[in-house]
Nanobody, 127 residues
Framework: QVQLVESGGGLVQAGDSLRLSCAAS????????MGWFRQAPGKEHEFVAA????????FYADSVKGRFTISRDNAKDTVYLQMNSLKPEDTAVYYC????????????????????RGQGTQVTVSS
């Protein structure tokens, strides 16, 4: 079993920055693609960003490209999401997830491509 715990969320104003962390325990995630998703009230789960196990490949939703940066520290089994220039429409619960073994490029943007996820951390951006 893998436990994923997110932290770093909070209430900020538009234009501010936040850095989310996702710490894994139980089993290492260092050899897995990891992703960040978000869900706003009444909306579907939305892909935000993903990173390959080595960190050499990163993927972003168009809505966050240029503002968010995903990274990882495999020695710490932790994945990060640096969020800059936050907008009110970024308000959501953000959660990290572990990609399934041999996840494909097409699957990285689909929640079904992941097998474990955390409980999430709330990010609220006021205008």
């Amino acid at each position: 079993q893998v436990q994923l715990v997110e932290s770093g969320g909070g209430l900020v104003q538009a234009g501010d920055s936040l850095r989310l962390s996702c710490a894994a325990s139980g089993r290492t995630v260092s050899t897995y693609t990891m992703g960040w998703f978000r869900q706003a009230p009444g909306k579907e789960h939305e892909f935000v960003a993903a990173i390959s196990w080595s960190g050499g490949g990163t993927f972003y939703a168009d809505s966050v490209k240029g503002r968010f940066t995903i990274s990882r520290d495999n020695a710490k089994d932790t994945v990060y999401l640096q969020m800059n220039s936050l907008k009110p429409e970024d308000t959501a619960v953000y959660y990290c997830a572990r990609g399934r073994t041999q996840i494909t490029i097409v699957q990285v943007k689909d929640p079904k491509g992941y097998d474990y996820r955390g409980q999430g951390t709330q990010v609220t951006v006021s205008s």
